[in-house]
């Protein structure tokens, strides 16, 4: 299940400096969009530069963005991309410090903020905005019964489609492709 563009963290002090809105939010611009410079960031944030710029020192010392000095047109302009595509941790890695799980599970809880945020705000976007979508975007739940190693492996199953489809050569038409947010818990849970 790893993948070299996928990077397990195991350091808490990694998840504390991910473990901010903007920053969370400034990794996912960087994974849509690519290698971007603060003035980029800011506008597709709306944050002031000296902010993004303050929240990248931050994920760079932590090693989860770093300088991409080739694309610059001179000295005064600085790029930056990400270290990996994707982050993975799990808390069970964090169990032995009551101060690590606790950053680990503010971790957990701000990802999944996230991604309620993301569909919240498509569920409140316009109708002439939804109705260019049709009924493409979609959400489905399932109760299913499986054991740990079955959960596992649907874990599997269902991470190397979205890989597959993350990593798949875009025809390079006039197509109106636009990013697509995706995201699958499954989680043990009572009813």
Do not use: C
């Not at 611009?29 to 944050?47: F, I, M, N, W």
């Not at 931050?58 to 005064?76: F, G, K, N, S």
């Not at 799980?101 to 109708?127: C, I, K, M």
């Not at 740990?148 to 875009?170: F, K, N």
């Amino acid at each position: 299940m790893d993948s070299p563009h996928v990077r397990q963290i195991t350091d808490s002090r990694v998840l504390a400096a991910m473990s901010h809105p903007l920053r969370r939010r400034l990794m996912d611009v960087l994974k849509v969009h690519g290698p971007s410079t603060v003035g980029l960031l800011a506008e597709r944030t709306d944050q002031a530069p000296a902010n993004v710029s303050h929240h990248l020192k931050v994920l760079a010392a932590a090693d989860l963005v770093t300088e991409a000095p080739e694309l610059a047109r001179d000295r005064r302009e600085r790029w930056w991309r990400l270290v990996a595509r994707g982050l993975r941790w799990s808390n069970t890695d964090f169990e032995t410090d009551p101060a690590s799980r606790a950053v680990a599970d503010a971790a957990t809880s701000l990802n999944l903020d996230r991604h309620v945020a993301l569909a919240r705000a498509w569920h409140a976007a316009a109708e002439t905005t939804q109705a260019s979508w049709n009924d493409a975007p979609f959400s489905t739940d399932h109760w299913l019964h499986l054991t740990p190693e079955e959960l596992a492996e649907l874990s599997r199953e269902m991470i190397d489609l979205l890989t597959r489809w993350a990593d798949r050569d875009v025809p390079d038409d006039d197509a109106d492709r636009r990013p697509v947010f995706v995201f699958v818990h499954g989680v043990p849970a009572r009813p």
